[in-house]
Every structure is written in C-alpha cells, then in structure tokens.
C-alpha cells in the first residue's frame, strides 16, 4: 500500500525518456572544452593536445585512489577526445577546466583535482569522472547516450 | 561563567567577520554613496545620469528583465515625482517607454506586430535570447543586470571599481584574444571590453563626465534597480526601532515592577 | 505538572467548558500557576524567543506561500515578484529569510545555555532528546527553504548535500535518485522540497508541543542545577516568567529588525542573487552560516565516506550526550575545570564555523607557509578545521565521560534559595 507513495519520488516516465545529444567536433578547438547539458548535468568534451595526452598516459602507472590507464577512458584510436561527465565525483559540484595540481580539472568545492585524463589524483573525491555511454557516429560528429 | 563566553563571542564576531570575505582580487574602494546609512535615500540626480549611462552603454549588451519602464517612476526611482501617485502616469515613463519597440501580436489577425511600449512593459533585452547574446559577445553571456548590485560580493563599489579600473595588463600576464585585463575582476581576465570613456555619456545636468562619474552613478543606478524599495525599508525601520526600544523600557520597567519584592 | 490543580474556573462559562474540555485549567496550569525556578536568568528566556521565531517563520512563510511559484522556471522570478511588485513583500520575505538566522542564533544560545547547566541530565533526557530532533528538523526546513529561491547558492547547495547521501555504499545512489526525482537536482527536487517545507514547520511545532509538555513534567532546570524543594524555590510563571521572557523577546526583535530592515543580506550570499544554472558552480560554495560548523567537519576528513559519517556523528553526539556525562553534579557552575572545557567547545565550534567559510587550502595566518602535513600545509583551514573537529568530538566523547569522574566539583547548594558559603562564583 505504502509502495506507490513511495515509487512517485522516483523519476517520472518523462525523465526517464532519456534524450541523447548530438555533437559537431569542429567546433572544439585544440586544447578547449566545450560544457553542453545533457539529462540536467553538464558534460565535458574536451579536445586535448598531445601534451596532454601524453601527461595523461605517463602517470598510468602512478598511484591513485581509482586506478585507470588513459586508454580505457577514450575510444580507441581518439585519444584526443574526452567525453566527460562534469559532475565531481565527491558531492557533484561542477569542476572547472585547467585548474589543479594535475592541469586537468579542480573542483572548488572541496579541492578535487582531476589530471588531464578526469582521473581523481588529490583531494575528497573517491572516483575518476564517469565517462557516458557514447560514440562516434563519424569523425566530427559524436553522440551521447 | 557564561557572560565571559558571550563577550568573547561578541569579540570575535567582531575580528572574524571581516575575514569571511574571501579576496584574490583587487579590493574595490569605498565609495559613500547617498542610500548608505540608517537613514540613506537616493540620489535622484545620480540615479537619473545612472540610467542614462545604462541605456547608452550597459544595456546595449546586457538585459534587466525584472525592471519595467514604470519603476523608473516608482517611489525613490530616478524619475519619481510626486504629482503622479501612479507610476504609469509619470510622462519621463511614458516618454521613455515610447521610446521603446515592444514585440507584442496583432489583436485582430494574431500576426507579430512591434508597437511602441507602455510604461507597464519590460526594459527590452538586447538579445532574443541567451544563446544569441553568448553569440554576439564572443561566447561570453553578458548577465542580466537587474540584481547585479546585490549578486557581486563587493556590491555597488565592486561595480564602479571594476567599470573604471581597465587597465594594461602587467608584464607577464598573457591576455588571451577576447578578454581583457581588470585587476578589480576575480582572477584578471574579462570578457567585456572597458565600456566607458570620458565624455562617452553627456549628462543632462551638466556634471563632468568622467569614467568615474558615469562608473559611480551607474552603479547606484544599479543599487536601486537591484533594492528598489531601500527607501522604504529604512524608513520604516526607523519606526519600528523606535517603538521596540520603547517598548523593552517599558517591559524592563514592569520586570523591575514584578520582581521588586523578590530575590532571584 | 504537580498534580495538583489550582484553577477556579470564575464564570458560569468557563465552568461549563471545564467541565468538558478543561483547555483554560491547561492553560492555567502551564502558563500561570506553573513555578518556575526564582534563579533563571536570561539564558533561559530563549525558549519563549524560540517559540516566537517560529511563530514569525510561519507566518510569513505562509503569506510567501501565496506568491510563490515552485517551478525551475518561476521560482527566481517569483521571489523577485515579491521583492518589487507585493505590497509589503520585500518586508515578509526579508523577515522570513532573517527569520531563519535569527531562529539559529537563539537555538545555538538555547543548546550552550543547556550544555552548560546540565539541561539533558537525568531527568531531562527525553527534553533534550526532543529538543535535539526539534534541532534536526529545523535544519532540514532550513536548508530546504534555501533551495526555494533557486539562485546558485540554492541549486548548488542543494546538489552538494543531497550527494552527501550518495557516499552511503549500496543504498546511497538509490536514495538520492528518490530524493532528486530525476539523475539530478532540477524541477521536481524543487516542487517536492516546497512540499515539504512547507510541512516541517508544522512537524516542529508539533515536537515543540511535546517538548513543552516535556519540560512541564520534570519542571525547569536552573542556574544551580538543584531541583527546587519547596515553594521558596519557586515563583509562579505569570507574572514573573513572562515578564521577563517578554522583555527578552523585545530586545530580542531589536536585533531581528536591525537585520531586517538595515542589512537584510548581511547573512546571505551574493551568489543567490544569481538565477540557477546547473553548468557552473560558483567559486567558493558555502552553506548559511547556521551549516558552517558541519561543513567544517565535513570537510576535515579526506574520506568521503567517513567526512560524511563524522557530519551526522557531531550531531549524533548530541542525541547521546545525557549518557555521555557522568558527573553527578548538574550545573557546571560548581565545575570549575567543565567550564574551562565548555569554554574551549564554544571557540571551538566558532572556529569550526569560520572555517567553513573558507576555501580549505586558504592559509590561516596569511603568506605563511609552513610545511606539507599529508595532504596539505599545517598552517591552512583544513588542518586547522582538523584539530577543532577532533577537540569537538573528544569534547563528548573524552571530555564529559571522564571529567566527571575525576574533577572534584565545588560545594552545591542545598536549595535554590539558600547560598552556599564561601561560593564566590554566584553571581553568573
């Protein structure tokens, strides 16, 4: 009896219907970020240089509180591409771009710094930022959920 | 005990406070303006010069969609005059209204016609809406100026600081393209270019038309769009302090009174 | 509360009623012939200020209510409606906005003022365990009527601590899924927390109800900590306790209308005045000033979980404190060394609050840079939020068990009216 006042507090069938985005590449210049909305939080797709993939790939190895290695983290082959979801991992505040002892993300909430990979690397944060559900549905053109 | 306690408190209330405002840029300077104080009011001249340097400057990029033509006629806005109990008949709002091209639709045939505005309607926003004013500002959202006064920590002076404090940037500091270096804005690098020049607004009242003239009035302009009914607010305060401190003598009189013949 | 009844019913009427619901010999017995301790002093005319805090949040709350509109869309919108186009309205939402600060203020004074004379010893435990709920449930309508307004420091807030319950391990996600109504803090977060904020107050008037009655079946505790004696011990509550609890509440409304009516956003934040935006986190996001402390404590543990844990826990210590003192002596007035421990807990929850205020790698003693603790330079707010939080916890959980069998108390009165010789400390 209880059940269905307790089940409306859950998300309704519109919610649910979750939409995907669509995203044209080109736009993104290397180095830049771009923050689009997607199902109410925000999602990071960042175009990242060489250096900072290879900073990314060389701390693999380095400890961390959820290890990772770069590579699973983006589509083989796209390393430049990281598609993220923008929401720290400590209490879901927004982390800004760049910032950090890690040159990759900081959150300024409680002080999360992410590396140039979205791997939590210092601070309260217990997970590397979630990477969704996505591909590419062509060179430029990469769609989310 | 306990009384050591609170004014130990009290003492430290007094040191912390000042420290809760957290300050990597340049500390803005103390501007006395006209609405401070117990019994602070408007500067209706200022306010005046204030709005002309928003509709000549501000509001060709930023919207102030919660103000409407009419408060500007309101009690302790830039054009109230006392005649006009009803701000919709004050001729500046009327006039200044007209002035305006108001989207509306045709009552007959339901097609988008423009009229000209009412003293009810809108200040009109620059831009349809926030995607175009991001696009036409070198993706950065020029925000809504309505609360600005109350929504930036340093309020009005941080406003007037940050319009006339453009500066070069100093050596060493990278000036990407499209900002600009103002050591007053959190972390140095703005979006908007310095708006304001001498001579940029010709005030109607013949004051000097400085960068920092037209920066200071305009920022109480903005204070008052922000906090329109400040007036009011201190006004009434008064009164009502008044009658508190009134009453707790006479309630401290009859506590005195009650317990006269009791030991406690 | 003794038993006995003293109400003569003085009119044809009133006997009639009494006869059939005796609401008048309630009031009579609760509000006028009920004796209190002849010793209070004014730290304990908060209760009474706290009754008319709440009295004032609901009904502004109320008249809010009517213009109001709880949608992501409207709210922002709304609240400045009231600010510019209601008659009166910038007053009842400054009232109900300050209201709640001043609602904190005399709570926290209400809880040192029982810390401190022993308010939660035997046996006051259920008094005190109701006041403490009393305590949560006002946070809870505290921080859901922040998110109302739906500016940055609303939306941001309500993100941060609806996240706290996601660090629970399995359970968690489901709980904030439950609680968001959605895969984040938007539109029906904000309906539901209307909702029920605007049910708590009424929750907690109905815990007050039982707080009160509480209070007036084992009668007021008092300066001395002894229990009174005989009618000497005492003074009846009207005119005495009301007179004086009435002169409390006005000086008290100085205070509020100061705030209200000269810096009605002294206690607030300038990002609130900035409409939602779930893509951009303000710089420095801070709850009000009431949370600062917790947040502090929060932020003290590198752990999410824990930090979480250590939150709820200080004010799990709280619920458990009547247990948690062993001294047999009540007052604190005859516990010299207490005192000095109390004294050291009131700063130190001071700090704790300020350091909540602050970013935690901000230095304390500016430019100084002393040397890296772990994971961050000894002298900055998270190590200094550290050392408080440990002081605020070993407080209850070391301080009170052992002191009070180990501090040799001073000599206590016989009875409230009869003065211990040689008690030079009678006068706080």
């Given at each position: 009896m209880a059940?269905?006042?307790?089940?409306?507090?859950?998300?309704?069938?519109?919610?649910?219907?979750?939409?995907?985005?669509?995203?044209?590449?080109?736009?993104?210049?290397?180095?830049m970020q771009v923050t689009i909305n997607w199902r109410g939080k925000p999602l990071f797709i960042r175009n990242r240089t060489q250096a900072q993939v290879d900073a990314a790939v060389k701390d693999d190895g380095a400890s961390m509180p959820d290890p990772q290695p770069d590579a699973e983290r983006h589509k083989e082959g796209k390393a430049q591409w990281l598609v993220l979801v923008g929401s720290c991992t400590h209490l879901g505040c927004v982390p800004t771009v760049g910032g950090g002892d890690y040159q990759g993300w900081f959150c300024p909430c409680h002080g999360s710094h992410y590396d140039t990979s979205g791997r939590i690397r210092k601070g309260p944060a217990p997970l590397n930022l979630v990477v969704p559900e996505y591909a590419f549905l062509s060179d430029t053109k990469v769609k989310i959920g | 005990m306990l009384r050591k306690v609170s004014?130990?408190?009290?003492?430290?209330?007094?040191?912390?406070?000042?420290?809760?405002?957290?300050?990597?840029?340049?500390?803005?300077?103390?501007?006395?303006?006209?609405?401070?104080?117990p019994f602070g009011a408007y500067d209706q001249a200022q306010l005046q010069r204030g709005y002309k340097v928003y509709r000549e400057v501000c509001a060709a990029c930023h919207s102030m969609n919660m103000l409407s033509f009419r408060n500007l006629a309101d009690r302790g806005g830039p054009f109230y005059d006392p005649k006009y109990k009803n701000a919709n008949d004050n001729p500046y709002a009327k006039a200044i209204a007209a002035e305006a091209q108001i989207d509306d639709l045709d009552s007959e045939t339901g097609d988008p016609i423009k009229r000209a505005g009412t003293p009810a309607d809108r200040f009109p926003a620059p831009y349809p809406n926030a995607i175009a004013a991001k696009a036409g500002n070198g993706g950065a959202l020029p925000p809504d100026l309505s609360l600005m006064a109350k929504a930036r920590s340093g309020g009005p002076e941080y406003i007037a600081?940050?319009?006339?404090?453009?500066?070069?940037?100093?050596?060493?500091?990278?000036?990407?393209?499209?900002?600009?270096?103002?050591?007053?804005?959190?972390?140095?690098?703005?979006?908007?270019?310095?708006?304001?020049?001498?001579?940029?607004?010709?005030?109607?009242?013949?004051?000097?038309?400085?960068?920092?003239?037209?920066?200071?009035?305009?920022?109480?302009?903005?204070?008052?769009?922000?906090?329109?009914?400040?007036?009011?607010?201190?006004?009434?305060?008064?009164?009502?302090?008044?009658?508190?401190?009134?009453?707790?003598?006479?309630?401290?009189?009859?506590?005195?009174?009650?317990?006269?013949?009791?030991?406690? | 509360?003794?038993?006995?009844?003293?109400?003569?019913?003085?009119?044809?009427?009133?006997?009639?009623?009494?006869?059939?619901?005796?609401?008048?010999?309630?009031?009579?017995?609760?509000?006028?012939?009920?004796?209190?301790?002849?010793?209070?002093?004014?730290?304990?005319?908060?209760?009474?200020?706290?009754?008319?805090?709440?009295?004032?949040?609901?009904?502004?709350?109320?008249?809010?209510?009517?213009?109001?509109?709880?949608?992501?869309?409207?709210?922002?919108?709304?609240?400045?409606?009231?600010?510019?186009?209601?008659?009166?309205?910038?007053?009842?939402?400054?009232?109900?906005?300050?209201?709640?600060?001043?609602?904190?203020?005399?709570?926290?004074?209400?809880?040192?003022?029982?810390?401190?004379?022993?308010?939660?010893?035997?046996?006051?435990?259920?008094?005190?365990?109701?006041?403490?709920?009393?305590?949560?449930?006002?946070?809870?309508?505290?921080?859901?009527?922040?998110?109302?307004?739906?500016?940055?420091?609303?939306?941001?807030?309500?993100?941060?601590?609806?996240?706290?319950?996601?660090?629970?391990?399995?359970?968690?996600?489901?709980?904030?899924?439950?609680?968001?109504?959605?895969?984040?803090?938007?539109e029906p977060t904000l309906k539901r927390f209307f909702s029920l904020h605007y049910l708590l107050p009424f929750v907690i008037a109905g815990v007050v109800v039982l707080h009160v009655w509480a209070l007036h079946v084992v009668g007021q505790n008092n300066p001395t900590g002894v229990e009174p004696k005989s009618k000497a011990d005492t003074v009846p509550f009207t005119p005495y306790a009301t007179v004086k609890d009435g002169f409390a509440m006005s000086v008290f409304l100085i205070l509020f209308a100061t705030f209200v009516f000269y810096m009605p956003n002294a206690l607030g934040h300038a990002d609130n005045y900035i409409a939602a935006n779930p893509l951009v986190t303000p710089a420095h996001i801070v709850p009000e000033w009431y949370f600062l402390p917790f947040y502090a404590i929060l932020r003290a543990v590198p752990d999410k979980l824990m930090g979480v844990l250590a939150m709820f826990g200080a004010i799990g210590c709280l619920f458990a404190l009547p247990w948690l003192d062993t001294s047999k002596v009540k007052s604190m007035r005859y516990r010299p060394q207490a005192q000095l421990y109390f004294v050291i807990f009131v700063v130190t929850c001071w700090i704790l609050g300020v350091c909540g205020g602050k970013l935690p790698d901000d230095h304390v003693i500016p430019h100084l840079k002393t040397f890296t603790l772990f994971d961050a330079d000894l002298n900055s707010y998270v190590w200094l939020s550290r050392i408080t939080t440990l002081y605020y916890f070993a407080y209850f959980l070391v301080v009170m068990p052992v002191l009070g069998l180990v501090e040799k108390p001073r000599p206590v009165p016989e009875t409230i009216s009869s003065p211990v010789l040689g008690d030079s400390d009678k006068k706080d």
């Open positions: 059940w269905p006042f307790i089940a409306q507090m859950n998300p309704s069938a519109d919610t649910m219907a979750l939409a995907s985005v669509e995203y044209d590449l080109t736009k993104i210049e290397p180095g | 004014l130990l408190a009290a003492a430290l209330v007094l040191v912390a406070g000042p420290a809760f405002a957290a300050s990597e840029a340049k500390k803005p300077a103390d501007i006395a303006f006209s609405y401070e104080g600081a940050l319009l006339a404090g453009y500066k070069d940037a100093p050596a060493g500091t990278a000036v990407p393209p499209g900002l600009n270096y103002n050591p007053y804005f959190p972390g140095g690098l703005i979006a908007m270019a310095a708006p304001l020049a001498p001579d940029k607004v010709t005030f109607d009242d013949g004051t000097k038309s400085t960068v920092k003239q037209q920066a200071t009035d305009v920022a109480a302009f903005l204070m008052w769009a922000a906090e329109p009914k400040l007036e009011e607010r201190k006004q009434m305060g008064a009164g009502v302090l008044v009658f508190l401190v009134l009453f707790s003598g006479l309630l401290y009189a009859s506590y005195r009174r009650v317990w006269r013949n009791e030991s406690h | 509360m003794s038993g006995h009844s003293t109400y003569q019913p003085k009119n044809a009427f009133s006997r009639w009623m009494d006869a059939r619901l005796p609401v008048g010999r309630l009031v009579w017995d609760s509000f006028v012939d009920y004796p209190t301790p002849r010793n209070l002093n004014y730290w304990y005319t908060f209760g009474g200020i706290l009754s008319l805090c709440l009295g004032v949040q609901i009904i502004t709350g109320i008249v809010l209510a009517m213009h109001y509109t709880p949608s992501a869309a409207g709210a922002f919108n709304s609240v400045e409606h009231i600010m510019r186009n209601v008659n009166y309205g910038w007053l009842i939402r400054y009232i109900h906005s300050n209201g709640a600060s001043m609602f904190f203020i005399a709570v926290y004074l209400h809880m040192f003022r029982g810390l401190y004379y022993g308010s939660y010893k035997a046996p006051r435990e259920v008094l005190w365990i109701l006041g403490c709920v009393i305590y949560l449930l006002m946070m809870a309508t505290a921080f859901m009527g922040y998110v109302l307004p739906w500016g940055q420091m609303s939306f941001h807030g309500a993100v941060v601590i609806t996240n706290l319950l996601g660090a629970f391990p399995i359970v968690g996600e489901t709980i904030t899924t439950l609680l968001w109504g959605g895969f984040a803090v938007d």
